[in-house]
């Protein structure tokens, strides 16, 4: 079996781009529709992280030290 | 998203779960300090997507006893702060450049990472905040060339550059590149 010749490099570029054309394709809907509209697609996701966020049974301590704060 | 003029934004979306936990704590905050929201949740509440767990607010140097009225007032309100509970130590902590957090006791996150001003750019974006009004709500944010160049020339992580992206694009014929340009120099050289 032939090992793969994959450039860890190569990729994190590649993901990059794929984010920044993410990026790009939604702040042109943002500009193409109303508050409205954008807001709602725009609230699922951030509603539905706010519930996972708000269940962390983290401790200050314990928060602090993840983001390196400690 | 009307850019109503050069220091205010008109947005007539829904509030999310993020947005009126931000108004939540900015009406306590604002009644013992001036404040400025940067970084990520600005973005965000200009249509980026995707979520944060903290909001980084600016806030003028206080005196220790002005902090232990703001301190006691979002105490009263259920907020804790994470660093500590010492009054003292939380004034340390500001006092030398580092930010502290308070959440929604017993909670840890969502957070509001709060920071005394520190340099020029930080009491600039004090002075000329740009307000993002959703319906009779006001927040008051980084402008937003200060908030490009910030985040492409002294940030400048993945998300950072995909946050001033989005800004520019949504805001594109309403930026002064001139100036984005001009802080991006000035912050260079820093």
């Given amino acids: 079996m032939k090992k793969s010749k994959i450039n860890p490099e190569e990729i994190r570029k590649l993901n990059n781009q794929d984010r920044m054309w993410f990026v790009e394709y939604w702040a042109n809907y943002v500009k193409t529709h109303t508050d409205k509209e954008w807001g709602r697609q725009q609230n699922i996701l951030i509603n539905s992280m706010m519930k996972n966020v708000k269940n962390s049974k983290l401790t200050p301590k314990e928060y602090l030290e993840i983001k390196g704060e400690l | ?117 520190k340099d020029l750019y930080d009491n600039i974006a004090l002075k000329n905040p740009l307000m993002v009004k959703i319906g009779n709500k006001g927040l008051k944010t980084s402008f937003l060339e200060l908030q490009i160049a910030y985040k492409e020339e002294v940030l400048t992580g993945n998300k950072d550059l995909e946050d001033a992206r989005h800004i520019r694009l949504i805001a594109k014929g309403s930026l002064n590149e001139n100036l984005i340009n001009e802080y991006k120099k000035q912050l260079r050289s820093k």
Avoid: Q
């Fill in chain 2, 1 to 117: 998203m009307e850019f109503a003029d050069k220091n205010t934004i008109k947005l007539s979306k829904e509030l999310s779960e993020l947005d009126k936990i931000v108004i939540r704590f900015i009406d306590i905050l604002k009644k013992y300090t001036d404040y400025v929201i940067v970084s990520g949740y600005v973005a965000i509440l200009l249509g980026r997507d995707g979520g944060t767990e903290d909001i980084d607010i600016i806030i003028p140097k206080k005196t220790k006893n002005e902090l232990k009225l703001l301190y006691e007032g979002l105490a009263k309100n259920g907020y804790w702060c994470l660093n500590s509970s010492d009054l003292d130590e939380i004034y340390g902590m500001l006092s030398s450049k580092h930010s502290v957090r308070f959440a929604v006791e017993p909670s840890v996150s969502p957070n509001f990472e709060i920071k005394f001003s």
